[in-house]
């Protein structure tokens, strides 16, 4: 069975521009969720989509928003660029029907914010 | 507010040894704690879990203790391998959004063969 896809695996951006990342999740599996990680800081939740809808929301600004499609394949958007918002943005997904399940994250894609 | 934490940035081990990773967290509506191993250019994976009903849970040379009333869980491994070198993140959720997951900042274990 494939593992979580993420790309791309490494963008370069200057301030003030947007981004979109993708993430694929393993088949079968209905829920995804986005985390950032900087240094020091450890991963900060982002947000949840299970069947195409936002389950749980973590504290980020409106800048950063994502979706699912109905393949549940899922992506992020960081819009107005920031220089703080260089980070490994990661992706997990689970099937989504229990809480309290194991997450399974793909590799994740490093942004670079200039 | 960090509501989990992990005071060690860094821990280094003779291999054989044991490792004990330490968390502590602040909100007592967490009710299940993770562990998740990450190397580099790698996504983290899952170690081990325990709900709060329990204080101890084993997994092969990993166990997980869990002291509730001083909201602090530690990780053990037993005998600790070269190939344990990663970052150790301890993580916590409650029951109310499953899985939105809070992280620690992790701890970087060198295990020195």
């Known amino acids: 069975k494939a593992g979580v896809t993420q790309t791309p695996r490494y963008l370069i951006k200057t301030r003030g521009q947007q981004v979109t990342l993708s993430c694929s999740p393993i088949s079968g599996h209905r829920s995804v969720s986005w985390y950032q990680q900087t240094p020091g800081q450890g991963l900060q939740f982002l947000f949840e989509y299970f069947s195409e809808t936002q389950r749980n929301k973590g504290n980020f600004p409106g800048r950063f928003s994502g979706r699912q499609f109905s393949n549940s394949r899922s992506e992020m958007n960081v819009s107005t660029l920031e220089l703080g918002d260089s980070a490994l943005y990661l992706c997990?997904?689970?099937?989504?029907?229990?809480?309290?399940?194991?997450?399974?994250f793909g590799s994740g894609t490093q942004l670079s914010v200039l | 507010d960090q509501q989990v934490k992990q005071n060690s940035p860094s821990l280094s081990v003779q291999e054989g040894r044991i490792s004990i990773l330490n968390c502590d967290y602040t909100?007592?509506?967490?009710?299940?704690f993770l562990w998740y191993k990450k190397y580099p250019a790698e996504g983290p994976t899952f170690l081990i879990s325990i709900s709060s009903i329990k204080d101890k849970n084993e997994d092969g040379r990993f166990t997980v203790f869990l002291n509730k009333s001083a909201k602090h869980l530690s990780l053990h491994i037993v005998p600790s391998q070269p190939g344990d070198s990663a970052v150790y993140f301890c993580a916590a959720s409650d029951q109310e959004y499953g899985n939105k997951l809070v992280f620690g900042a992790g701890t970087i274990l060198r295990v020195k063969s």
């Open positions: 997990a997904s689970s099937a989504g029907r229990a809480t309290n399940e194991k997450l399974f």
């Open positions: 909100n007592s509506m967490f009710d299940y």
